[in-house]
């Protein structure tokens, strides 16, 4: 399956900021939720971080591509659009924005832990398709469903640049 291959993505305090602010360098965030807590039960709040989602990014100049919300965390995959948008600083503000919201919806407290785990992908040498399968398996892995068709709270924002 090409899911098989483990992407745990961690957080390399040592990268160069300005691989985040290139256009084209893709990146795989890894966002949890607070103390592994499962916030993302409830489809009012599912539907909102979605929908956030897909449209701040857009918004703020970046081009999301893959996404998969599970009941405690959300991976997706993002490129700036531009030279100069840091996809680090957008999901810092994405968490915030969504954290206000959730608030809306009845959560309380912390919706996200303070930390992100990102990966950016190395041109070449890693296979897109392979990550973008992995994201979307994600509910089959756990066995929320049997195909990852099935599962609401993913899907593809734009085709992968390949």
Known sequence: MPWDKPYFPARNKCLDPALYATPGRI???TLRVYRWQTAFVHADLNRA??????GYFVTR?????????????LHF???????????LAFTDRFKSMTTRRSWDLGWRGKLWQPRNYDHVVR??????????AYIR???????????SADWPWSGKANPLPL
């Not at 971080?49 to 897909?54: A, E, F």
């Not at 100049?61 to 965390?73: A, I, N, V």
């Not at 995959?77 to 996809?87: N, R």
């Open 137 to 147: 398996a994600n509910p089959v892995r756990k066995k929320f469903v049997e195909e």
């Open 27 to 29: 990146v795989f965030f």
């Open 123 to 132: 041109d070449g040498e890693e296979d897109l398709v392979e990550i973008d």
């Open 77 to 87: 995959l993002i490129t700036p659009e531009e030279k100069g948008v840091c996809t």
């Open 49 to 54: 971080v979605i929908d956030d989602l897909i």
């Open 61 to 73: 100049r970046c081009q999301l591509f893959t996404y998969c919300l599970m009941p405690d965390h």
